[in-house]
């Protein structure tokens, strides 16, 4: 009963450094999303797919990159980290946009960049 | 752009009290709206999902009403606990291709003994 797994759960990078954060899912789900969540603040999408091979961009893209080449696995990559990157990011996943579908979330990976 | 809203940022209140934490949205054009439990330092719980045709969802001591046409979403805890202290996210589910969660910021809940 996996749902939406994220790893690593807690990481310090250096400036500059650069890193993947994980996302695996079993629900066999089209729609999977990357959120970042800042103190205080709600979740602001970062990227999005709607199948494998499929990406594009949310709202706050800048300094991430991501892949899909399976259904199962969006991992996001932050290439030369910097503080502004320090957050909690979130992995989702859903199996269509149909009102009584609900986004899965998985448990945040929290990342200081120091 | 869809934004949304919520009402108030922070609230305390004595245990037993009955409360209702309010979440405004701009663009009625939405799949479902989705209320989230987050304690300090965790991810996030569902609690209840109102697809946009309902009016209501329960659960538990949970309350939740969706008013699609005046963009405004309720959620009422009755009788409520310290345990029900964390912080309480609103999110739609807009249209679009992307299909994702737009979140307010939240309402900082604490219920003291």
């Known amino acids: 009963n996996a749902g939406v797994t994220q790893t690593p759960k807690f990481r310090i990078l250096k400036i500059g450094q650069s890193m993947t954060l994980q996302c695996t899912q079993d629900m066999n789900h089209n729609y999977m999303y990357w959120y970042r969540q800042d103190p205080g603040m709600g979740l602001k999408l970062i990227y999005y797919s709607v199948g494998a091979g499929i990406t594009d961009k949310g709202e706050v893209p800048n300094g991430y990159n991501v892949s899909r080449s399976t259904t199962e696995d969006f991992p996001l990559r932050l290439e030369l980290a910097a503080p502004s990157q320090t957050s909690v990011y979130f992995c989702?996943?859903?199996?269509?946009?149909?009102?009584?579908?609900?986004?899965?979330f998985g448990e945040g990976s929290w990342l200081t960049v120091v | 752009k869809q934004e949304v809203t919520q009402i108030p940022a922070a609230l305390s209140v004595p245990e037993g009290e009955n409360l209702v934490l309010n979440c405004s949205f701009t663009d009625s054009a939405i799949y479902n709206l989705q209320w989230f439990r987050q304690d300090p330092g965790k991810g996030l719980t569902s609690l209840l999902l109102?697809?946009?045709?309902?009016r209501e969802q329960t659960s538990g001591r949970l309350n939740a009403s969706l008013d699609k046409s005046s963009g405004r979403s309720t959620l009422y805890i009755a009788a409520s606990q310290p345990g029900d202290s964390a912080t309480y996210l609103c999110?739609?589910?807009?249209?679009?291709?992307?299909?994702?969660?737009?979140f307010g910021k939240g309402t900082k809940l604490s219920v003291k003994p």
């Open positions: 999110a739609v589910r807009g249209g679009g291709s992307q299909g994702n969660l737009i």
């Open positions: 109102i697809q946009s045709s309902q």
């Open positions: 989702a996943s859903s199996g269509t946009k149909g009102a009584g579908n609900t986004i899965y």
